[in-house]
């Protein structure tokens, strides 16, 4: 995004990347950005602003925990906002985008410091905080505990105490069941329901 006279603009390249990208028109691309605009007239969301964007767009779903982690996602340049383009390429990377992609975008909720790696200590307190939404649906499920402890040795394959983003899409993909229930709820989070 660029600007003019302080004023946030969408650029003609970030136009045309968006409207290749999402299979938007360029007319739909303006409109959404127009929108977004509306509600944050500095071209910017804020954690706030995003909480409560999440819990009007998803009122059924237990996310209230998540939000902070959810809005890694789309902070992808980590100032602490999301402009219009970060918030497009997510949604349409969520909705349209590969296994793969959607994985990598998932991987961003479970690095809190953004290191390119996943930590016990990380997947320990993503659990904990995902954990109302895991046991509503599997109320046989184990102690929050028990679930980190046997995704993290699900994911790292490797045993080096860290988990790559390779080796969480690879167990995510490969059918690792905790693995494949942490990642589900994340894209749940992103999913309406109809």
Avoid: W
Wanted: hydrophobic letters at 40%; one cysteine or more.
């Amino acid at each position: 995004m660029g600007s003019k006279n302080g004023k946030p603009m969408l650029r003609e390249e970030d136009i045309t990347q968006l409207a290749q990208t999402s299979g938007l028109d360029r007319k739909q691309v303006e409109e959404h950005f127009n929108g977004f605009m509306a509600e944050h007239p500095n071209g910017k969301m804020n954690k706030k602003g995003f909480t409560t964007m999440l819990s009007k767009a998803l009122p059924k779903k237990d996310a209230s925990k998540m939000d902070k982690h959810v809005f890694r996602v789309y902070d992808t340049n980590l100032d602490g906002f999301i402009d219009f383009v970060e918030f497009m390429v997510v949604y349409y990377v969520m909705a349209d985008g590969s296994p793969e992609e959607v994985l990598l975008k998932i991987f961003r909720i479970f690095d809190m410091n953004s290191d390119g790696v996943i930590s016990k200590k990380e997947l320990t307190r993503l659990v904990k905080d995902m954990y109302g939404m895991i046991k509503s649906e599997s109320p046989e499920m184990e102690s929050k505990e028990m679930v980190a402890k046997s995704a993290f040795a699900e994911m790292d394959k490797d045993t080096d105490g860290k988990i790559t983003t390779e080796e969480f899409i690879s167990a995510c993909l490969g059918q690792e069941e905790l693995s494949r229930i942490l990642a589900l709820k994340c894209v749940d989070i992103f999913v309406q329901d109809d």
